[in-house]
């Protein structure tokens, strides 16, 4: 599982309410990512880190932001949740491709209700 | 503009029947494509890869630039591979993925 924690694993809350979903990595990874799964659109990605305070964003970054202030750690915010922002959240990690690592590895996943 | 289709949102096949997973791709360049799968209450997981030309529990998958596909394959399906499945795409030179919009598998007894 390559050392990957999300947290919380289960949050409800409510519209114009901030969030933030933590993702922990003790794999020392240089690229981190966030994406949402939702069903009949698959996997999308929101933002992805490649190293520390190094983010860009992926194809669904609107009402989003995150931080990287440390390798293992990478945030995602919802500055202010609505309903379209209901989904199950997952990070993933990667290494350089010269460790041998040549995939991404996903955390258990973070459900989320924005009532 | 990169692209994945999986063009089935489910596909239910029984045990022992064969299971092909359609996945076609759109990218210009040099693709390296990749499937993944989620079981039931189980984490997102790397089911195999093109450049590795591997077998991975019973299942292949070959790139086929001319049709622009990457089919996954298995002659006869078993229980325990009912699950999710997403093709992805990267470009080379990138390390970002763009996955499909994913195919449940059902397999019954």
């Known amino acids: 599982d390559a050392g990957i924690t999300q947290s919380p694993r289960h949050k409800v809350t409510e519209t114009g309410t901030p969030v933030t979903l933590r993702c922990h990595q003790t794999e020392n990874h240089r690229y981190m990512y966030w994406y949402r799964q939702d069903p009949g659109h698959g996997l999308r990605l929101i933002h992805y880190?490649?190293?520390?305070?190094?983010?860009d964003k992926g194809e669904v970054s609107d009402g989003y932001s995150v931080s990287r202030s440390k390798t293992e750690d990478f945030l995602l915010t919802l500055e202010s949740a609505t309903s379209s922002q209901t989904s199950v959240y997952f990070c993933?990690?990667?290494?350089?491709?010269?460790?041998?690592?040549?995939?991404?590895?996903f955390g258990p996943g973070t459900r989320l209700t924005v009532l | 503009a990169q692209r994945v289709t999986q063009p089935e949102k489910l596909l239910s096949v029984f045990k022992g029947a064969p299971v092909e997973l359609k996945c076609n791709y759109s990218?210009?360049?040099?693709?390296?494509l990749f499937w993944y799968v989620q079981y039931s209450r189980q984490r997102l997981q790397l089911l195999l890869r093109?450049?590795s030309r591997e077998s991975i529990k019973g299942f292949t998958a070959d790139l086929n630039k001319g049709e622009t596909s990457f089919h996954l394959k298995k002659p006869f399906a078993q229980e325990e591979d009912s699950a999710m499945y997403y093709c992805a795409l990267r470009n080379t030179g990138f390390q970002k993925l763009v996955f499909g919009t994913g195919t449940r598998l059902l397999v019954s007894p």
């Open positions: 993933a990690t990667r290494g350089l491709a010269g460790e041998g690592t040549d995939t991404q590895y």
């Open positions: 093109h450049i």
């Open positions: 880190s490649y190293g520390v305070k190094d983010t």
């Open positions: 990218y210009s360049g040099s693709p390296e």
